[in-house]
């Protein structure tokens, strides 16, 4: 199997200490939350962290950035794997080619995210 998840918790996530600050406990609790929804019966790359400034969004630069993940997992020969807690891109993933595994709430009145497996040619 090859799983390539990196943890939030991990010695390079000391970078996010400046971005996440007094959150990075919470950060951390989503972060096993999410560990919990990722696949364990299958290889697959974690398409982790993608995301286009507001005042970018709507140039296609999301698809790009998601496609060539897609293209490093094919590479792979692996499933891309991703999730979201934003409803409007559960559409945009599913033109992509993914289709929704899993929806769940992080425990605690978290929000609500949608784990996402796309179906590539291991489909």
């Known amino acids: 199997k090859v799983h ?4 939030l918790w ?3 996530a000391l970078r996010f200490i400046p971005i996440f600050r007094r959150h990075l406990p919470r950060a951390l609790r989503i972060d096993d939350a999410i ?3 990722l696949p364990s019966d299958e290889a697959w790359l974690y398409l982790k962290m ?3 400034r507001p005042d970018c969004q709507g140039k296609g630069l999301g698809g790009l950035a998601i496609r060539a993940g897609l293209a490093e997992a094919e590479r792979l020969g692996v499933r891309g794997v991703l999730e979201t807690a934003t409803p409007s891109n559960v559409g945009l993933y599913q033109r992509l080619g993914f289709v929704a595994r899993s929806e769940w709430q992080v ?3 978290g929000p609500r995210f949608w784990t996402m497996t796309h179906q590539g040619p291991q489909a």
């Open 4 to 7: 390539v998840h990196e943890p």
């Open 10 to 12: 991990h010695p390079g």
């Open 35 to 37: 560990r919990a929804h």
């Open 50 to 52: 993608a995301g286009v």
């Open 107 to 109: 425990p605690g009145g």
